[in-house]
Every structure is written in C-alpha cells, then in structure tokens.
C-alpha cells in the first residue's frame, strides 16, 4: 500500500467512524424524545459507516498480512482509537435505546 493509499485508509476509519459515532448519538436524541423510528434509522447509518469503516481497516490488515508495512504514526494510531470508540458508542447506544423503549412501553 503506497503512502497515498494508506492515507485514505486512515482518513476512511477517521471519517467513518465519525460519521458512525455522530448517528448514534443522534438515535439516542431520537429515542428521548419517544422517536424509536428514527433512533432505529439512526442506528442502520450508523452500522452502514462501521461497515465502511471495517472495509478500510481490511484492506490495511490486508496489505500488513501479505508483508507490504505500513509507517506507523500517530494519525494511524488515532484512526484505530476513532473507529473502536465508534464501536463502543454504538453498542452503547443500542442498549440505552433499549431502555428507553421499556420505558416508554410502562
């Protein structure tokens, strides 16, 4: 992977990423206020930009695994960290909708 390839791996999982933390967030907003349909619309653009996202890292993990390194720098490291909290925000935001539905379902 050449140096222009890998940088728009990493701006891929930087964006993505964002764009998948920014639309569960959104969800949760929704879910507040009792709109479970576009919580629940939120939460698909938000795994269709995880989904993006992973096919950018794959094809990092691709080019390392078939022995053609990467220069590792802090920008990569930063990628990594924006797409694993993305991750987790959405997996947390799946579970506070959850609950909002129960609540709204008392």
């Known amino acids: 992977m050449d140096e222009q390839e890998n940088m728009e791996a ?6 993505y990423g964002g764009n998948a933390k ?5 969800a949760i907003a929704a879910a ?3 709109d479970f349909e ?10 269709e930009s995880l989904n993006q996202a992973h096919q950018s890292q794959t094809s990092m993990l691709t ?5 053609k390194h990467m220069d ?8 990594q960290d924006h797409l ?8 947390l935001a799946t579970e506070i909708i959850d609950l909002y ?3 709204e379902d008392k």
Not at 38 to 47: G, I, M
Not at 63 to 67: K, R, V
Not at 84 to 91: E, N, P, Q, R, S
């Open 72 to 79: 590792i720098n802090l920008l990569t490291v930063h990628s």
């Open 10 to 15: 990493v701006m891929g999982l930087i964006m």
């Open 22 to 26: 920014s639309d569960a967030m959104e």
């Open 32 to 34: 507040k206020k009792g």
């Open 84 to 91: 694993m909290t993305a991750i987790a925000f959405k997996d």
């Open 63 to 67: 080019e390392e695994a078939q022995g």
């Open 101 to 103: 539905r129960r609540l």
């Open 38 to 47: 576009t919580a629940d619309q939120k939460l698909k653009d938000a795994d």
